[in-house]
């Protein structure tokens, strides 16, 4: 008898103090165009069996401070993307209408001068944009675009982590 009664008092003292914490704080909703990169990266993912990256907010804050200051500081020219510890990818486009799906779509359009077989793209272009949004052991992804007012130009840059394009390595 004196078991159960403790068993009891053990489980009202524990009902207790799972009511009295404060529920946990609910992670901050992904924005609209945060979902659209998502959706347009995951797809060309999905299309070659490999797992769906998740929104990452610090990422997607560097790259909105980054494609800002390459805005406002540097006439909207590329960045130089090659001393960061995170991957990445970039696109300019001028005078049309840029939506995070075309942004994706753009790289993921390389696809078709990538060999899978030998791990090589076709001669004069280039695939790294393509193999960095299918890379298998990337995770997280944070993008961001600005328009360059002077000319209605776009630039649109994504981090990745952890980064792809590793030499030798095959992307899937």
Same mark, same amino acid.
């Given at each position: 008898?004196?078991?159960?009664?403790?068993?009891?008092?053990?489980?009202?003292?524990?009902?207790?103090?799972?009511?009295?914490?404060?529920?946990?704080?609910?992670?901050?909703?992904?924005?609209?165009?945060?979902?659209?990169?998502?959706?347009?990266?995951?797809?060309?993912?999905?299309?070659?069996?490999?797992?769906?990256?998740?929104?990452?907010?610090?990422?997607?804050?560097?790259?909105?401070?980054?494609?800002?200051?390459?805005?406002?500081?540097?006439?909207?020219?590329?960045?130089?993307?090659?001393? =960061?510890?995170? =991957?990445?990818?970039?696109?300019?486009?001028?005078?049309?209408?840029?939506?995070?799906?075309?942004?994706?779509?753009?790289?993921?359009?390389?696809?078709?001068?990538?060999?899978?077989?030998?791990?090589?793209?076709?001669?004069?272009?280039?695939?790294?944009?393509?193999?960095?949004?299918?890379?298998?052991?990337?995770?997280?992804? =944070?993008?961001?675009?600005?328009?360059?007012?002077?000319?209605?130009?776009?630039?649109?840059?994504?981090?990745?982590?952890?980064?792809?394009?590793?030499? =030798?390595?095959?992307?899937?």
């Amino acid at each position: 008898m004196n078991k159960l009664l403790l068993l009891a008092f053990f489980t009202i003292l524990l009902s207790t103090a799972a009511a009295t914490q404060p529920p946990p704080s609910p992670s901050p909703a992904v924005p609209d165009d945060g979902k659209e990169y998502l959706d347009a990266h995951n797809k060309a993912r999905a299309a070659v069996g490999v797992t769906p990256l998740h929104w990452n907010f610090q990422l997607a804050k560097a790259t909105s401070l980054l494609v800002r200051f390459q805005r406002d500081r540097e006439n909207c020219r590329f960045a130089n993307l090659t001393s =960061g510890k995170y =991957g990445g990818n970039q696109m300019w486009a001028s005078q049309e209408v840029v939506t995070p799906t075309k942004v994706v779509e753009n790289w993921v359009a390389e696809k078709a001068y990538y060999n899978y077989a030998n791990n090589s793209c076709a001669t004069n272009h280039r695939c790294g944009v393509y193999t960095q949004v299918v890379w298998r052991n990337t995770a997280e992804v =944070g993008c961001a675009l600005a328009t360059c007012s002077a000319d209605q130009a776009t630039l649109a840059i994504c981090f990745y982590n952890p980064p792809g394009n590793v030499i =030798g390595e095959s992307p899937y």
